[in-house]
């Protein structure tokens, strides 16, 4: 730090260009300026937004988004700045800026002991020498005291945090597993041994190879770092998912000899994620497939029929007849009823690789797959006539309904399951013409019958 001339001079880094290194000026209002004045760390998740002070033309100029930066010292003068910065928005945690608050404190520690060694080798008398020798001891057990608060904040911080921590030592074949990482399976400290294998048996065997390929690509250098999900067998018999991340310690030739890392739960994110794929594809009332995951299978039917002959399906499309008087008559709650009720018949009455879905409202779609014929079809439908012919019980009242139906049983030469919809839709529109409570096989008069409506 060069305080007479408002400036920097860059010594060291990493990540930046060749280019980075020499002056760099302390301009008025800007983030060293404002650094100097603190006293502690300065962190920016986006200099963007920051309004603490001035952008860095520099800090710009290099993209940078989000940095962490703390003030070096040499007793009560600053010595210098240590920062990381990071090209995207960061978010710094607390064991981030602890880390980097320890490193700075080694460093200051570090940096006083080596101006107290130059100072040592310049003096020349003995009582200089003296004085020097005894700021060198100083120095010393103040970079012990530090080592040692150091080791303390990272066990207080292992203890600490949810996660759990990991330690393998590649040399011995040894890990280390922090309690809290036991106890996250169930297990007492003494439970688990310290063999990877320990570590590996718990793993679900269709994720146990994947997680293997991932941790020895990184310490064998091929990825900068280790990170995976999984899921892992806790005591009480079920698995739990899992987030591991890793990062490998190596010597001067680049051999890994540690792998050290933490383990985040993830269960209650990944049911989330689960619910929220179930949610988008099905029906809130019901429970049955919804529009999306109907025209998806009846693609995927259509797919199937072009390329093997044998396969054969047919589209049913059933609206409940009189339901908006029931729904205005009875309320919408005896209304919603009577759609469960209804959805849990027809679920009833077909096969498992058959799909039932709610369109919306009252209207309702079965896709009826590997059907050997027609009668076979039709068969499946006056099953779901009778069944809806039978009165349903809803909130101690006896409630009759019935359903006209639609239905497609030559399906080749559609392409879009749109199209399917709209003429299954158009048979049953015939059926409730022709007195509702019945179906209609579509057939192709339908269809120009219904374009000339339009015209």
């Known amino acids: 730090m060069l305080l007479e001339h408002q400036a920097l001079f860059a010594k060291a880094g990493n990540g930046w260009r060749k280019d980075t290194d020499g002056q760099i000026l ?10 100097l004045k603190s006293v502690g760390p300065v962190v920016v998740e986006n200099f963007e937004t920051e309004t603490r ?5 520099s800090l710009r100029d290099r993209g940078v988004m989000s940095s962490i930066s703390l003030l070096i010292r040499n007793g009560l003068q600053p010595f210098g700045i240590l920062s990381i910065y990071s090209t995207t928005p960061h978010h710094f945690s607390t064991d981030e800026v602890l880390f980097f608050q320890a490193s700075a404190s080694l460093l200051t520690a570090v940096l006083q002991r080596q101006e107290a060694m130059v100072a040592f ?42 996660d759990g921590v990991w330690d393998w030592n590649l040399d011995a074949n040894e890990v280390y597993f922090s309690p809290h990482w036991k106890a996250m399976l169930g297990y007492e400290a003494n439970e688990i041994g310290n063999n990877l294998q320990d570590w590996f ?59 050290i890392g ?21 029906d809130g009332l019901t429970g049955l497939a919804n529009r999306s995951l109907f025209m998806e299978r009846l693609k995927h039917a ?3 029929g ?12 059933l609206d409940v007849d009189r339901f908006k008087v029931i729904n205005d008559s009875l309320g919408h709650v005896v209304g919603d009823q009577l759609l469960i009720t209804i959805a849990h018949r027809l679920k009833g009455c077909l096969r498992s690789s058959d799909t039932c879905a709610r369109l919306g409202g009252d209207e309702f779609a079965i896709l009826l797959e590997y059907v050997q014929d027609d009668r076979e079809a039709l068969r499946v439908v006056e099953r779901l006539q009778q ?6 019980q809803l909130n101690g009242q006896e409630v009759f309904a019935n359903a006209s139906i639609g239905i497609i049983l030559s399906t080749r030469g559609y392409d879009k399951p749109d199209n399917l919809i709209r003429d299954a839709d158009t048979a049953m529109y015939r059926a409730k013409a022709l007195g509702r409570g019945r179906y209609e096989v579509f057939t192709q008069e339908m269809h120009e019958h219904a374009v000339s409506l339009c015209n």
């Not at 002070?53 to 033309?57: C, V």
């Not at 091929?222 to 067998?233: A, H, M, N, V, W």
């Open 26 to 35: 302390i301009e008025t209002g800007s983030h060293l300026e404002y650094l």
């Open 53 to 57: 002070f001035l952008p860095s033309q």
């Open 121 to 162: 080798t310049r003096v020349e008398a003995i009582n200089v020498a003296k004085q020097t020798l005894e700021r060198e001891i100083v120095a010393l057990k103040q970079v012990e005291a530090l080592l040692r608060q150091s080791e303390e904040r990272y066990a207080l911080i292992a203890n600490e945090m949810n």
């Open 201 to 259: 048996n718990q793993i679900h065997p269709e994720d146990r190879d994947r997680v293997n390929q991932e941790l020895t690509q990184h310490y064998e250098g091929l990825t900068s770092c280790f990170e995976s999900q999984y899921r892992l067998l806790h005591k009480d018999g079920q698995y739990r998912w899992m987030l591991s991340r890793g990062l490998a310690v190596r010597d001067v030739s680049g051999k890994a000899y540690r792998v």
């Open 262 to 282: 933490s383990q985040t739960d993830i269960t209650a994110r990944k049911i989330g994620e689960e619910q929220l794929r179930y949610n988008a594809l099905h």
């Open 302 to 304: 259509i797919a199937l």
């Open 306 to 317: 072009d390329r093997h002959d044998d396969y054969k399906f047919a589209v049913v499309f």
């Open 387 to 392: 069944l809806l012919s039978t009165p349903f």
